[in-house]
T-cell receptor, first 114, second 119 residues
Framework: QKEVEQNSGPLSVPEGAIASLNCTYS??????FFWYRQYSGKSPELIMS????GDKEDGRFTAQLNKASQYVSLLIRDSQPSDSATYLC??????????????FGKGTLLTVNP | GAVVSQHPSWVICKSGTSVKIECRSL??????MFWYRQFPKQSLMLMAT?????????EQGVEKDKFLINHASLTLSTLTVTSAHPEDSSFYIC???????????????FGAGSRLTVL
C-alpha cells in the first residue's frame, strides 16, 4: 500500500513568515513529487514539482527532496494571506509516457494571519 | 497553458438517478485521463484511469458498473454515476497529464471539479 503522509495541521503562521510543510512517503520506488495548492471548494493547482534530491526554488516557493529519507517538503517564504489553503503532497510512480498515477496525502491546512 | 474543462461544476439529483460528468482537454490531446473523488476534509482518491479507445482501469474498491467511464476521443472522457445514492455525494475531479515536467515526467492538469449532491 503506497502511502503519503502529511501533518493535517492547521499550520498557522504570521504574514511575512516562512511556512514549512512536510511530507513523507512509503514507496522507495517513487520518482516524481508534487505540491498542489487547493483552496476550499476548488480543485488542486500545481505549485511545484521536484524529481531530484536537493532543493528547487521558484519564486517564494522552495521544494526539498530527500529520497534516502523518503521526505519532501515545501517552504513558502514571505507568506501572504492569499497563501492560506490546503497544500497537498503527491507522489507518482514511473509508468512511462502519460500513464502514471498520483497518490495524494491528506493535505496540510495553512493559515497565514495578517 | 494546458486547460481541462469539466462540466457541470455542480449538480443536485434525486436518489436513484444517473449523472454524467464531462471532462475535456481544450488545447491538447489526452490518451489518458484520471478521475478522482474527494470527500469533505479528505484527500483526493483515485477512482479510475480512463484510456482512450479502451476500457477504463478501476482502482480497488471502486465499482465499475456504478461509475461508468467512457473515453471516446482524445479530448473527452465522461464519468457517469449510475443509480446515485446520498453516499455518492462528493467532489469529483478529472485530470489529464500534460507534458512539461523534467525527466520526461508529465504533470497533471486538473479540471475545476464537479460537486455532486444526491438527495
Amino acid at each position: 500500500q503506497k502511502e503519503v503522509e502529511q501533518n493535517s495541521g492547521p499550520l498557522s503562521v504570521p504574514e511575512g513568515a516562512i511556512a514549512s510543510l512536510n511530507c513523507t512517503y512509503s514507496d522507495r520506488g517513487s520518482q516524481s513529487f508534487f505540491w498542489y495548492r487547493q483552496y476550499s471548494g476548488k480543485s488542486p493547482e500545481l505549485i511545484m514539482s521536484i524529481y531530484s534530491n536537493g532543493d528547487k526554488e521558484d519564486g517564494r516557493f522552495t521544494a526539498q527532496l530527500n529520497k534516502a529519507s523518503q521526505y519532501v517538503s515545501l517552504l513558502i517564504r514571505d507568506s501572504q494571506p492569499s497563501d492560506s489553503a490546503t497544500y497537498l503532497c503527491a507522489v507518482s510512480q514511473p509508468g512511462g509516457g502519460s500513464n502514471y498515477k498520483l497518490t495524494f496525502g491528506k493535505g496540510t491546512l495553512l493559515t497565514v494571519n495578517p | 497553458g494546458a486547460v481541462v474543462s469539466q462540466h457541470p461544476s455542480w449538480v443536485i439529483c434525486k436518489s436513484g438517478t444517473s449523472v454524467k460528468i464531462e471532462c475535456r482537454s481544450l488545447d491538447f490531446q489526452a490518451t489518458t485521463m484520471f478521475w478522482y473523488r474527494q470527500f469533505p476534509k479528505q484527500s483526493l482518491m483515485l477512482m479510475a484511469t480512463s484510456n482512450e479507445g479502451s476500457k477504463a482501469t478501476y482502482e480497488q474498491g471502486v465499482e465499475k458498473d456504478k461509475f461508468l467511464i467512457n473515453h471516446a476521443s482524445l479530448t473527452l472522457s465522461t464519468l457517469t454515476v449510475t443509480s446515485a445514492h446520498p453516499e455518492d455525494s462528493s467532489f469529483y475531479i478529472c485530470s489529464a497529464p500534460r507534458g512539461g515536467g523534467s525527466s520526461g515526467a508529465n504533470v497533471l492538469t486538473f479540471g475545476a471539479g464537479s460537486r455532486l449532491t444526491v438527495l
